[in-house]
Structures are given as C-alpha cells and as structure tokens.
C-alpha cells in the first residue's frame, strides 16, 4: 500500500513569514513529487514539481526532496492571506496515477 | 490551452439512479485521470487512459462504475444505480507526452451529491 502522509494541520502562519509544508512518502520507488494548492470547493492546482534530490524554487515557493529519507517540504516565503488552502502532496512513478496526502490546511494571518 | 474542462459542474441525483460524467482534457494530452475526493480527504485515484486504451482501475472502482475514451479524446465516467456513498468530488486530470509528461493537471471537477 503506497502512502503518503502530511500534517492535516492548521498550520498557522503571520503574514509575510515562512511557511513550511512537509510531507513523507513509503514507496521507494516513487520519482516523481508535486505539490498542489486547493482553496475550498475548488479543485487542485499544480503549484511546484520537482524529480530529483535538492532544492526547486520558483517565485515565492521552493520544494525540496530527500530521497534517502521519503521526505519532500514546500517553502512558501513572504506568507500572504491569498496562500492560505490545502497543500496537497503527491507521489509518482513516471506516468503512472498519483498517491496523493490528505493536505495540510494553511492559514496565513493577516 | 483552454485547461481540463469538465461537465455538468454539479450534479444532484436520487439513489438508483445513473449518472455520467464528461471530461475533456487539455488538448495533445494523450493521458487522462480519474479521480474521487470526499471532504478532508486527497483525491483518490480511479482509472486512467492513455489515448483510448484504459491501462489500470482502482480497486475503488466497483462494477457500477465505467469509464470510456472513445477516439483518445474526451472521457466519460458513469456510475449505475448511484448509492449514498458516491456523493463527492469526481476529478479529471491530463498529461502530455512531452517533456513536461509527468505533470497532471486538474479541471474543475463535478460535484456529485446522491440523496
């Protein structure tokens, strides 16, 4: 049974700090990891990507990946209220379906 | 690149009855996911295509579900005799065949609320 786990949260952050998601994976044979932005009653939407070992940034968000230790964090800086959603991880090999987290629930306070 | 777009939107149905779901994936995307998500919860994966053909089912996917891609193009999923249980988000998601391959992207969903 492929898992992937996340703090279901709230994680509850100011306005303009760092919010840090994290997220651990059991299949070792997983290559590829997303992240996805959900606001309520919306669908997800695919904010960062990222295949192998080390830091991705991208604007404000950076992803990393450790293989060695199943583990992939979001870092999102400058917080803003517009951030706050569920952060869903998830979990591939290649093309194949997704292993999606239950999501981590992010509040930014203005 | 119109997006993932899926219809109807929201769909509110008795038990026992049929219903069926349309996606239409971003265009040259030869893959196409199904997924459900209830509240508090991830999507759940389904089944998925690659061009017409259906390459793998969830066990999720009981015998009153079906899914179709006729010609590789858009999809539909059926759910027969609709049971209380059915009531939740039901996701489309594509993929291309190029570089950026691995990367699914999501449409709007359809609200499915059994009663």
Known sequence: QKEVEQ??????????????L????SDRGSQSF???????????????????NGD????????QLNKA????SLLIRDSQPSDSATYLCAVG???????FGKGTRLSVIA | DTGVSQDPRHKI?????????????????????WYRQTLGQGPEFLTYFQNEAQLEKSRLLSDRFS????????????????????????????????????EQYFGPGTRLTVT
């Open chain 2, 67 to 102: 899914a179709e891609r006729p010609k590789g193009s858009f999809s539909t999923l059926e759910i027969q005799r609709t049971e209380q249980g059915d009531s939740a988000m039901y996701l489309c998601a594509s993929s291309g065949e190029d570089g950026r391959a691995y």
């Open chain 1, 56 to 63: 991705k940034e991208d604007g404000r968000f950076t992803a």
């Open chain 1, 7 to 20: 703090n279901s949260g709230p994680l509850s952050v100011p306005e303009g700090a760092i919010a840090s």
């Open chain 1, 22 to 25: 994290n997220c651990t994976y």
């Open chain 2, 13 to 33: 149905t008795k038990r026992g009855q049929n219903v069926t779901f349309r996606c239409d994936p971003i265009s040259e995307h030869n893959r196409l996911y």
């Open chain 1, 34 to 52: 997303f992240w996805y932005r959900q606001y309520s009653g919306k669908s997800p939407e695919l904010i960062m990507f990222i295949y192998s």
């Open chain 1, 93 to 99: 090999a290649g093309n194949t379906p997704l292993v």
């Open chain 1, 69 to 72: 230790s199943q583990y992939v």
